[in-house]
């Protein structure tokens, strides 16, 4: 069965640090690739997503994904985080349907 | 853009009593639209989605249903609740590309 993990429930950072929020999958064939923000007291949104192509995709705010096919992984980078990045993240592959990850807390502080 | 409606924000509902969560979608025609369930630490839930009007898929077997009445009406729905209905309720509509975009979400708390 397809399934997606995500490797960190809960990350704390200082403002200025690097992030990389891990993302696994499981499922051989073409799939689509999407992370999530939920900023506290917000809907979820789009962050960023991979259809095809080039497999560094770069979203909103700075942060980008890479797709590495033979390690079934999509992280999420941001070179330098902030502290309005405080938020819920999750990763989300498409196969049929969205399999959502549980979610990576994320708490920068200033 | 699209845009998801959902109401009420919140609700407190009775054991036993019926439920009813209205979804509306602006911006867009014929999408796909789905209800989720949202629980702390575990992330998204599908519950039910809809490819079209009258057309509803179920994910899980639960106490809840779900209805399209309307191209752009996702309405989830409940005879009797339970105390293990309280949670967050999100509906979510997707166009061409697959990305979904969704609504502000309901707070239901049974007691």
């Known amino acids: 069965a397809q399934s997606v993990s995500q490797h960190n429930h809960h990350v704390i950072l200082s403002e200025a640090a690097s992030l990389e929020l891990g993302c696994n999958y499981s499922?051989?064939?073409?799939?689509?690739l999407f992370w999530y923000v939920q900023y506290p007291g917000q809907h979820l949104q789009l962050l960023l997503k991979?259809?095809?192509?080039d497999p560094l995709v770069k979203g909103i705010k700075g942060f980008e994904a890479e797709f590495i096919k033979s390690k079934f992984s999509f992280n999420l980078r941001k070179p330098s985080v902030q502290w309005s990045d405080t938020a819920e993240y999750f990763c989300?592959?498409?196969?049929?349907?969205?399999?959502w990850g549980l979610g990576t807390s994320l708490a920068v502080n200033p | 853009s699209q845009t998801i409606h959902q109401w009420p924000a919140t609700l407190v509902q009775p054991v036993g009593s019926p439920l009813s969560l209205e979804c509306t979608v602006e911006?867009?025609?014929?999408?796909?639209l789905y209800w989720y369930r949202q629980a702390a630490g575990r992330g998204l839930q599908l519950l039910f989605y809809?490819?079209?009007?009258?057309?509803i898929s179920s994910e899980v077997p639960q106490n809840l249903s779900a209805s399209r009445p309307q191209d752009r009406q996702f309405i989830l729905s409940s005879k009797k609740l339970l105390l293990s209905d309280s949670g967050f309720y999100l509906c979510?509509?997707?166009?061409?590309?697959?990305?979904?975009?969704f609504g502000p979400g309901t707070r239901l708390t049974v007691l």
């Open positions: 979510a509509g997707s166009g061409g590309r697959n990305e979904q975009f």
């Open positions: 911006g867009t025609s014929n999408p796909n």
């Open positions: 809809s490819v079209g009007i009258g057309q």
């Open positions: 499922y051989g064939g073409t799939v689509n």
């Open positions: 991979y259809f095809s192509g």
């Open positions: 989300a592959p498409m196969f049929r349907k969205l399999i």
